[in-house]
């Protein structure tokens, strides 16, 4: 593996989002005094007593601790300062309020992040926008640069965005074997991860390599658009052409079986005879992509499941058990709704119809099945 971790000057710190509009920058230098000091006192009521000055001087527009003349920022929102320092105040023993601020003083001096992401642990409390939930309910599709909802098929931003964030540092390596219109390589790029997309179809190909051209490149990274079959494609020499010898996470978003027709292309999974031989393929794609990640790192499947002849075919856990029987070890099944496209809006009704003369229920839901390469992978 060479080098991935490597970060550039301009790669993403490992800061919390924390600046939102609403958040405050603190000048860092005297924060940390004001705390120590206050650390020191001989008794919980003293200690309380310098929090309470200490939040004074947080919360007056032109207090002790403004931005006017900022040396260096501890950025927080101000609902998060308070609750710690409400913590600290709350504390029955001296012990523990030294606990409670010494616990505030490393989320200001030390950034703590596990070998796979960005994340400062010390923070965590900050990372609003980072999912940990297994039910996602994504109101709309997020717009914006090269974007669209175009792609019939396609996979809403948020979904590699939150896999990226989760599951890669900055400068990783990103394979989407399904790329379609290349929706994870313009997050990569905005998140500043480097990505491979392969795609089957030389048309969508061109379309995605020229939707991520438009999109700034603030962090120098790569996104490459490989037409391919994601079965059969060499990973090896396509990371290598980078000097890149294994990714650290995969995203797979193939057809959902037949339920769109992407080509005529038969090795395209959509065109599949059976579900078996869809399994099959998938198998084989999972098969292809294993080599090249990097062990300990992850695999995000996002696929639904399909109707036919009155009966619900669970295409997404066959494909779940598929690559449970690879060795891979199951993390997460995340269930997101849909985001439900203007035909079927106006056909609300009708389905609802359906569904109740049926004796079914109409789908509102597909999976992210998140996976971990362990050492039982073959
Ligand atoms: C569900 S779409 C992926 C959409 C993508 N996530 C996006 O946001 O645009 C599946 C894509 O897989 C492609 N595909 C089907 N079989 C393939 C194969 N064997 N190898 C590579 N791509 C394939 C299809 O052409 C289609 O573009």
Redesign the pocket.
Same mark, same amino acid.
């Given at each position: 593996m060479r080098d991935h971790h490597s970060r550039g000057s301009n790669l993403l710190d490992p800061e919390p989002t924390s600046t939102t509009p609403s958040s405050v920058r603190l000048d860092r230098l005297r924060l940390l005094d004001a705390l120590k000091s206050a650390r020191l006192n001989p008794s919980t009521a003293t200690l309380r007593r310098s929090i309470n000055d200490i939040r004074s001087g947080v919360s007056a527009p032109s207090g002790a601790f403004g931005a006017r003349g900022l040396r260096e920022a501890a950025i927080f929102t101000p609902e998060l300062l308070d609750e710690e320092l409400d913590q600290i105040c709350g504390a029955q023993t001296l012990d523990r309020a030294r606990y409670y601020v010494d616990r505030l003083i490393k989320s200001i001096t030390e950034v703590r992040t596990s070998s796979i992401n960005d994340i400062n642990l010390n923070r965590w409390k900050e990372y609003d926008d980072i999912q940990t939930d297994s039910l996602w309910l994504v109101a709309s599709r997020e717009r914006g640069g090269a974007r669209s909802a175009r792609?019939w098929?396609?996979?809403v931003p948020q979904i590699p965005h939150q896999m990226m964030r989760r599951y890669t540092k900055a400068g990783d390596w990103v394979l =989407?074997?399904?790329?379609? /219109? +290349?929706? %994870?390589l313009i997050e990569g790029q905005r998140l500043g991860r480097n990505t491979i997309g392969?795609? *089957?179809?030389p048309r969508?190909a061109r379309m995605?390599r020229k939707a991520v051209a438009s999109e700034p490149n603030a962090f120098g990274v790569t996104s490459q658009v490989i037409c +391919? =079959? /994601?079965?059969t494609i060499d990973l090896n020499k396509a990371l290598r052409a980078h000097g890149q010898s294994s990714a650290q996470l995969v995203i797979m978003? !193939? !057809?959902?079986f037949d339920i769109?027709k992407? %080509?005529d292309?038969e090795? =395209? *999974? /959509?065109n599949a005879p059976s579900v078996e031989a869809f399994l099959d393929?998938i198998g084989r794609?999972v098969d292809n992509v294993t080599p090249v990640l990097d062990r300990g790192r992850y695999l995000a499947v996002?696929i639904g499941d399909k109707y036919a002849n009155g009966e619900w075919v669970p295409l997404g856990f066959r494909t779940m058990e598929a690559i449970q029987q690879r060795g891979f070890l199951l993390k997460s099944v995340v269930v997101k709704n849909f985001d439900q496209t203007t035909a079927k809006r106006q056909q609300k009704e009708l389905w609802k119809y359906r569904a109740l003369a049926g004796g079914f229920y109409v789908f509102k839901h597909e999976y992210i099945f998140v996976f971990k390469k362990t050492g039982r992978n073959y």
């Amino acid at each position: 593996m060479r080098d991935h971790h490597s970060r550039g000057s301009n790669l993403l710190d490992p800061e919390p989002t924390s600046t939102t509009p609403s958040s405050v920058r603190l000048d860092r230098l005297r924060l940390l005094d004001a705390l120590k000091s206050a650390r020191l006192n001989p008794s919980t009521a003293t200690l309380r007593r310098s929090i309470n000055d200490i939040r004074s001087g947080v919360s007056a527009p032109s207090g002790a601790f403004g931005a006017r003349g900022l040396r260096e920022a501890a950025i927080f929102t101000p609902e998060l300062l308070d609750e710690e320092l409400d913590q600290i105040c709350g504390a029955q023993t001296l012990d523990r309020a030294r606990y409670y601020v010494d616990r505030l003083i490393k989320s200001i001096t030390e950034v703590r992040t596990s070998s796979i992401n960005d994340i400062n642990l010390n923070r965590w409390k900050e990372y609003d926008d980072i999912q940990t939930d297994s039910l996602w309910l994504v109101a709309s599709r997020e717009r914006g640069g090269a974007r669209s909802a175009r792609y019939w098929g396609n996979f809403v931003p948020q979904i590699p965005h939150q896999m990226m964030r989760r599951y890669t540092k900055a400068g990783d390596w990103v394979l =989407d074997v399904f790329a379609g /219109s +290349g929706t %994870s390589l313009i997050e990569g790029q905005r998140l500043g991860r480097n990505t491979i997309g392969i795609e *089957l179809q030389p048309r969508v190909a061109r379309m995605a390599r020229k939707a991520v051209a438009s999109e700034p490149n603030a962090f120098g990274v790569t996104s490459q658009v490989i037409c +391919g =079959d /994601s079965a059969t494609i060499d990973l090896n020499k396509a990371l290598r052409a980078h000097g890149q010898s294994s990714a650290q996470l995969v995203i797979m978003h !193939p !057809p959902y079986f037949d339920i769109i027709k992407f %080509s005529d292309d038969e090795r =395209d *999974l /959509s065109n599949a005879p059976s579900v078996e031989a869809f399994l099959d393929t998938i198998g084989r794609v999972v098969d292809n992509v294993t080599p090249v990640l990097d062990r300990g790192r992850y695999l995000a499947v996002v696929i639904g499941d399909k109707y036919a002849n009155g009966e619900w075919v669970p295409l997404g856990f066959r494909t779940m058990e598929a690559i449970q029987q690879r060795g891979f070890l199951l993390k997460s099944v995340v269930v997101k709704n849909f985001d439900q496209t203007t035909a079927k809006r106006q056909q609300k009704e009708l389905w609802k119809y359906r569904a109740l003369a049926g004796g079914f229920y109409v789908f509102k839901h597909e999976y992210i099945f998140v996976f971990k390469k362990t050492g039982r992978n073959y």
